[in-house]
């Protein structure tokens, strides 16, 4: 088996080596990560500039591109053949709710998906990010992984697993929760008396129902949740059907 | 009411200017938009760096961040009041199928919708981009705005609008498409014999299925995909629900 593995905090995180030593005994794992943090990034693709990929050590390769960059440039560019598996991770950082559509992470299995290969994104809750707690993770990235290669997911489908911090007490199959957003915006003065501004200075809550993958993750289980690519809200089609015949054909 | 207008492409983008001046009809329009290309950037939030807002013209506000950062900042920093409704674009090129997670344009209207603000993504098709399309393009965002307004959206759902070039032959509720990708990845050599790679070099087609985006596109048709905020595939839950059952608890 040949399993790429990538993340968004960069190649120097402590989570991208701990995943890479968890699934080392699926096969051959290769590591192709971006050569400094990337947060937040979302699923930005680099086109307006080359990309370089550095080998630090065979099979380990720093990208100066987004996690989605270096799925693609993986999969097209660096590795010896198509990967059976890709998995991105171990975030710092749970990735739930609306917030992962902010996610490096979880954009990087999103691609992964797009390119037709199995993929999980992986996250650690809590606030300690101690190394029997990335090993924790680790395992159950290992365990989803000979899951997910035996069996298969189902079509343009990859998992989001989040783990918790201390005692893990099971794994919930969830549906991604939602987030409640205060004012994010911190404005300030720089030294010559000109405004500038700070996201992300809000309060968030996440809407902890039952069922929902920030609920699992608080009562202390490995939350997964099967996320595809397709964002269409079916649902809405039939109230919105009657406004199409009201447009004016000139 | 008060429009937010922003794009992807940039400040100084025609696409930007024709949709504002589109939407002047339903009240006070600002726009808070990149200071430049920021294309395929995905949902990219900028938490690591401060912004800066320059406000060119009264209400036409440039910012050093990406389309996301637009409309988080313009909701909670730059705007007299909430806005009643968030327009982005109107995109230079469609934005269909798969390629929706990358583009800056539909993350605009996503980040709205998160933000509890009535959304939506419009895009010009065609290659020619002249006035006249733009102004086409315009139309069809003042007459779905004026709905969106009249009627209001599903709840946590906005519209991704993509307007074919040429004669309109009316308008098409959509599902999001498929994109079939090839190899994506070009491989050079720099004068000093480095390797570095550009992506996107590629072919990738459409899959051109009845009822979809691109089909409607392709069709002369005006493309309205309904898209909501949550990415769980909840028709996986009963092949994957079994996988629980055999993690073992510690």
Chains 1, 2 share one sequence.
Not at 3 to 19: E, K, M, R, S, W
Not at 41 to 54: F, N, S, V
Not at 76 to 90: K, M, N, S
Request: some cysteine.
């Amino acid at each position: 088996m040949l399993i790429l593995v990538t993340n968004d905090d960069g190649i120097h995180a402590p989570g991208v080596a701990a995943l890479a030593e968890s699934l080392a005994p699926l096969g051959q794992v290769v590591i192709v990560a971006p050569d400094r943090d990337r947060s937040a990034i979302g699923h930005a693709l680099t086109l307006h500039a080359p990309l370089r990929a550095d080998e630090l050590t065979p099979g380990v390769f720093a990208v100066d591109g987004t996690p989605t960059d270096c799925v693609n440039l993986g999969i097209h560019g660096l590795l010896p053949a198509t990967p059976d598996l890709v998995v991105a991770g171990i975030n710092r950082g749970a990735n739930l709710g609306d917030d992962i559509t902010y996610s490096g992470t979880v954009s990087a299995a999103m691609e992964a998906t797009l390119m037709g290969v199995p993929a999980l994104a992986v996250s650690l809750g809590g606030e300690t990010y101690t190394a029997s707690e990335y090993s924790n993770a680790g395992g159950a990235a290992l365990f989803l992984a000979r899951k997910t290669l035996q069996d298969g997911l189902p079509v343009d489908t990859f998992l989001n697993v989040n783990v918790p911090s201390g005692r893990i007490r099971g794994m919930r199959l969830t549906r991604q929760g939602r987030r409640r957003y205060a004012d994010m915006v911190v404005e300030k003065l720089d030294p010559r008396g000109r405004k500038y501004y700070w996201l992300g200075g809000g309060e968030c809550d996440f809407e902890y129902l039952d069922g929902t993958d920030c609920h699992a993750l608080h009562e202390g289980f490995i939350s997964v949740t099967p996320l595809h690519l397709d964002l269409t809200n079916f649902q809405s089609f039939e109230c919105l059907s009657l406004w199409n015949a009201d447009y004016p054909v000139g």
